[in-house]
């Protein structure tokens, strides 16, 4: 394994040829190996041909403090070590792996490590613990790490660990001969919001307990980190609020935020970017004002940048509040076509324009970045119709019809009283006559 650092030392050699004894006290201001540095290294190395014991070996990570102990075997090179650090700084200790900066890791740990390194042979066994490391952003607590080493790869099959409320667990590996990696995670319960607003700094509230599962793959190479993988989202109800594209929308309606019963989101990952699939769904509570179901599909990355394909059954007047925010400059919305257009679409056929609620299916595409979003191609559909039947409805007549009727109806029976009366006079002119 590759080392750097300039070290000091003094080294006694006694006894015959045959046999030499070897005694060796070093120290240096650091020594960095794979990637990882340790500062103010002290070692004190004795024996003999066949094996020299590290009767001390220690260094400095941060405020936190790491010690080695045991035997080595010069030829053919194999090494039984007990590794045991406290308080160890992430940070400083993996200051000189720059592929790894752009994650930000911070905080610190506890490992303890049990381990033979030969080649071809390496085994060993230990755990690393922590009660907080940030990655990107995102805060994991109570971090319990179990590790294997077998050959080349550190294992990992049972890792746990607190995020924002919900629970992780982990598997995978790291292969140190060639910094290639598999992780797979499942998280349950997590708050959303919490996390979100560590990770990408928001302004509004997303307020919702998710569940995710998670498996990535990838290597550290000279030009960075790559990575691919996929996973799935999915949380129970909850509401956006406080973003002002969310507050234009839940203005027609008077409501507070932007309310939803589930999200299903299946996704992809490829470096620097997450792909949302077409499975990803949205569903509102039943009977919400505002609308029954949404989707998106489309990459979010690299960085910030949007390019989503959005569909959904929506009110109108959301549409309508949308439009308005665009012409008016409202949360930093633009649009690539021209709004009397899309308002003539919206419009077509339907019955109460944008004042009533009028539930459509819509869609448009939406890019940019998180802070200027931009929408094109919005598409509404024509309002429903009722089916009819085969025969046609009897239709009401108007008032000048109603008239025209009564006026030219064909003659009427007499009212029954009418033809009593007649009978009656029948009746009497006949007694008269008898």
Known sequence: MPAAGVINGDARVSGTLENPKIAVEASAPFVA???????????RVAGDMKKLSIEEMSGKVGEGSITVTGDMRPAPFSADLAVNGQNLDIKPLTSRFEKLRPFNITGTMDLVFNGHFEK????????????????????????????????????????TASLYGGKVKNKGFLNLADFSFDDEAEISGTDIDALM???????????AKADLSARVSGSFGADGIKYSGKGLLKTGQGSVTEFKIVDLI??????KGLRFASVYAPFNLETGRLILNKDTLVKAHEGDPLYRYFSANGTVGPEDNLNLNCSGKVNVKVVNAVLGGVAGGAAGLTMTQGIAGILEGVLKGGQTGLQEDDFRDISF????????????NLKVSAPETQETTTQPAEQELTPTEKLKEQFTAPAQEKPQ????????????FRKIFE
């Open 120 to 159: 071809d042979k390496n085994r060993g066994n230990g755990k690393a613990t922590s009660s907080s490391v940030r990655f990107m952003g995102i805060s994991f607590t109570d971090i319990v790490l179990p590790v294997e080493l077998v050959d080349d790869k550190l294992v990992s099959s049972n890792g």
């Open 197 to 207: 607003k560590d990770a990408f700094d928001l302004k509004g509230n997303i307020t």
């Open 33 to 43: 190996a794979a990637g990882m540095t340790v500062d103010n290294v002290k070692a």
């Open 365 to 376: 595409t939406l890019k940019g970045t998180f802070d200027k979003p931009g929408i094109s």
């Open 250 to 255: 839940t203005a027609v309606h008077g409501v």
């Open 417 to 428: 009283e009418e033809n009593i009366e007649e009978k009656i006079k029948q009746e009497i």
